[in-house]
């Protein structure tokens, strides 16, 4: 079996003693939900990280170069030969298109992080990496958006190219209210509400199994394209995530359901994910990296909890006039 290595993926500190050559990265994006679990996995293992980004926020750990990536002028004074490209914030073919031609033909590799929403509806089974793309008419503009972006990278051959496809990303500092947004409600005693019927399945991945993943095909000789689904392949319903979410506070959750209560509101109006499943097939991924996740979801979500305080979490996440009118309040 080749690729991905277990110990690797916790740790790639011990690869770069081992006399792996350092690599002058380049970063897009990097100051968000992803950079800040990645940007120190990166730096940790002794690499020369770079970001680009507008410089709205400062990134620790790293060179930080300034310009807006929607703009060719703006980031080609930046144009330079990298080891790796990693880009974290590509959610247009335009956007995708625009660094490449500025970094592309000098990369030495070019990892990109895309998304599950690429793919288009596939009722009988979890989308592969073999499924059409196009996104489901459920993600809107954003699937659509990802999937030109995808394509316009598998067409290209200037250097080699990774592309990684999560589902929800959870761990500390997300930007999405999700996980906050059980806490603040079981934290202050108010129901939550449950939509749908159970069917729909969430697939998730902890962000820094996702930054381990992507500081080892840093290393990794991952052939001319590559294409991977990543997740813990655990699938759970809606009301077992809130379940589990809840348990990681020590509390439990008085859950409502939505099927009755909250018939014709659109789920988003009162629930952090839609009715509709995101999970995908990770077989490929499994078959073919050795690879252990750092963090199963309970030991995830634990840890997870444990980077806030606690005293602050109920004010994390107002109830929204729709789930008032749902509790009758």
């Known amino acids: 079996m080749t690729g991905f290595h277990a110990k690797a993926s916790v740790s790639t500190t011990s690869a770069k003693s081992a006399g792996t050559p350092l690599k002058n990265i380049l ?3 990097g100051s968000g939900f992803v950079g800040k679990a990645l940007i120190p996995t990166l730096s940790n293992a002794d690499n020369k990280v770079s970001v680009l980004n507008r410089g709205t926020h400062r990134v620790e750990g790293a060179s930080q170069l300034i310009g807006d990536r929607n703009d060719y002028q703006d980031i080609a004074r930046h144009a330079g030969a990298f080891d790796v490209v990693i880009d974290t914030s590509g959610y247009t073919r335009q956007q ?3 660094a490449f031609s500025v970094f592309g033909s000098s990369a030495g590799k070019w990892i990109h992080l895309s998304s599950a929403a690429v793919y ?3 009722l009988d089974h979890l989308p592969s990496e073999i499924d059409v793309l196009g996104g489901a008419e459920i993600w809107g503009e954003y699937g659509v958006d990802k999937s030109e972006a995808d394509e316009f990278l598998i067409g290209q051959s200037e250097c080699p190219i990774a592309i990684l496809r999560p589902p929800y990303l959870y761990g500390p500092n997300n930007a999405n209210d999700r996980e906050t947004f059980v806490w603040s409600r079981v934290l202050t005693e108010r129901p939550i509400v449950v939509p ?3 069917s729909a399945q969430f697939q998730f991945l902890h962000v820094q199994d996702l930054a381990n993943i992507i500081a080892h095909l840093v290393d990794t ?3 001319a394209h590559a294409i ?3 997740a813990e392949p655990e699938t759970m319903n809606a009301e077992q995530w809130v379940i589990r979410v809840a348990a990681a506070a020590g509390v439990e959750a008085d859950i409502i359901s939505g099927e009755t209560r909250a018939a014709g509101v659109a789920p988003r109006k009162y629930f952090p994910f839609r009715d509709n499943t995101c999970a995908l097939d990770v077989s490929r991924f499994v078959r073919d990296f050795d690879w252990a996740f750092q963090f199963s979801f309970d030991q995830g979500i634990k840890r997870t909890f ?4 606690r005293a602050i979490l109920p004010q994390f996440s107002l109830s929204t006039s729709e789930e008032l009118c ?3 309040n």
């Not at 444990?306 to 305080?309: C, G, K, L, R, T």
Request: glycine residues 20%.
């Open 27 to 29: 970063v897009i994006g």
């Open 196 to 198: 749908g019927d159970g």
């Open 120 to 122: 288009r509806e596939t």
């Open 228 to 230: 991977y689904n990543i």
């Open 326 to 328: 749902i509790l009758g």
């Open 221 to 223: 000789d991952f052939g």
């Open 306 to 309: 444990a980077s806030y305080d």
């Open 96 to 98: 995708v298109e625009t």
